[in-house]
């Protein structure tokens, strides 16, 4: 049975329950009575997975991280669910920790678009906004059908365009243009704190230099904290 428990400890259930039903056609009794115990436990992974994916659908991230770690115990070399356990943690805002982990995860699987997509997000939540952007469209050149990938590359296109044409509209001296469009750019992506804290800078910079530092200031800190 020890190829079956390597095969689980990867996250390749099927093969694992493949392997164990192959053992058990020709066990003796007592073997069998052991492989019928490990083929209940990857049961019990398979439906974890399932519920890990049914939670995380749900934004439900807390209890997805209960789920994956339990995961992550019996079955600790699964890059399935590493790539879960990636998602819980920028559900919860954990960003660091995700891009750290989705940066071991891209050097394994660089064309695996879930990966893609959540280190692209990682990034963008990092401060990277650029290189998440990079990211978004490799996926989409991968999978143009990748609704979640598509989703991101337009909220960054969308925010990007307000930010730069509220800069644009400050330079021609437009101060209420340039402050509507940079609430606008705020209200793109609430999650995006590192982003909307420059926004925040730039609406109160531009638009009232002599409040610069005793408003702009604490209001992108107060934001940041939140």
């Given at each position: 049975m020890r190829a079956a428990k390597c095969y689980q400890n990867f996250g390749e259930f099927e093969k694992a329950v493949e392997m164990l039903n192959k053992i058990s056609s020709t066990a003796p009794a007592n073997t069998r009575a052991d492989v019928a115990k490990e083929q209940r436990i990857l049961d019990g992974l398979k439906a974890k997975v399932a519920k890990a994916n049914e939670l995380l659908a749900q934004a439900k991230y807390t209890e997805a991280m209960t789920e994956i770690e339990t995961l992550l115990s019996y079955c600790p070399e699964s890059n399935a669910t590493r790539t879960q356990l990636a998602d819980a943690l920028i559900g919860?805002?954990?960003?660091?920790?995700?891009?750290?982990?989705?940066?071991?995860?891209?050097?394994?699987?660089?064309?695996?678009?879930?990966?893609?997509?959540?280190?692209?997000?990682?990034?963008?939540?990092?401060?990277?906004?650029?290189?998440?952007?990079?990211?978004?469209?490799?996926?989409?050149?991968?999978?143009?059908?990748?609704?979640?990938?598509?989703?991101?590359?337009?909220?960054?296109?969308?925010?990007?365009?307000?930010?730069?044409?509220?800069?644009?509209?400050?330079?021609?001296?437009?101060?209420?243009?340039?402050?509507?469009?940079?609430?606008?750019?705020?209200?793109?992506?609430?999650?995006n704190e590192h982003y909307n804290a420059t926004l925040y800078n730039n609406r109160y910079s531009h638009t009232f230099p002599a409040l610069h530092c005793s408003v702009a200031c604490v209001e992108a800190n107060s934001y940041l904290v939140i």
């Open positions: 919860n805002k954990k960003y660091d920790q995700a891009r750290t982990l989705l940066n071991n995860l891209y050097n394994e699987e660089k064309t695996n678009i879930t990966v893609i997509v959540l280190r692209g997000i990682a990034l963008l939540y990092t401060g990277n906004v650029a290189n998440a952007l990079k990211h978004f469209q490799e996926s989409l050149r991968m999978d143009p059908d990748n609704k979640r990938g598509l989703a991101m590359f337009k909220k960054v296109r969308l925010m990007e365009s307000k930010k730069e044409a509220g800069n644009k509209a400050f330079s021609g001296g437009q101060a209420q243009e340039a402050i509507d469009l940079y609430t606008e750019a705020l209200a793109v992506d609430p999650l």
